[in-house]
């Protein structure tokens, strides 16, 4: 099985920037997609944005669609999130997750879960 470490967040002010990473080990197959997902306080874990190994157009969830950019970086194995003019709204657990189908908006479709990272925006 796939093992995601993510790493990056911590405290950042309003407005700033933050970028996410996602280091993927012991993959084996080649097709795959990798996703971000956010956990707010209190409320369930939400799709944020996706991206395929197969050089497919990355997605976002519409909201966050400006704010954030889904990037990899192959040979590192690794995913990034970057998160711009953050918002008190973006405080959360983000999770990267991996799946061998197509990508989707759905927790479960994800075989693979890092442990989650912890960002906290503040004013």
């Known amino acids: 099985q796939v093992h995601l470490a993510e790493s990056g967040g911590g405290l950042v002010r309003v407005g700033g920037r933050l970028t996410l990473s996602c280091v993927a080990s012991?993959?084996?197959?080649?097709?795959?997609?990798v996703a971000w997902f956010r956990q707010a306080p209190g409320k369930q874990r939400e799709f944020v944005a996706a991206?395929?190994?197969?050089?497919?157009?990355?997605y976002y969830r519409d909201p966050v669609q400006g704010r954030f950019t889904i990037s990899r970086d192959d040979p590192k194995n690794t995913v990034y999130l970057q998160i711009d003019d953050l918002e008190p709204a973006d405080t959360g657990d983000y999770y990267c997750?991996?799946?061998?189908?197509?990508?989707?908006?759905?927790?479960?479709?994800?075989?693979?879960w890092g442990q989650g990272i912890k960002v906290t925006v503040s004013l």
């Open positions: 997750a991996e799946t061998s189908g197509p990508a989707t908006m759905s927790t479960r479709d994800y075989d693979s």
């Open positions: 012991g993959r084996t197959s080649r097709s795959y997609a």
């Open positions: 991206i395929t190994w197969r050089g497919g157009a990355p």
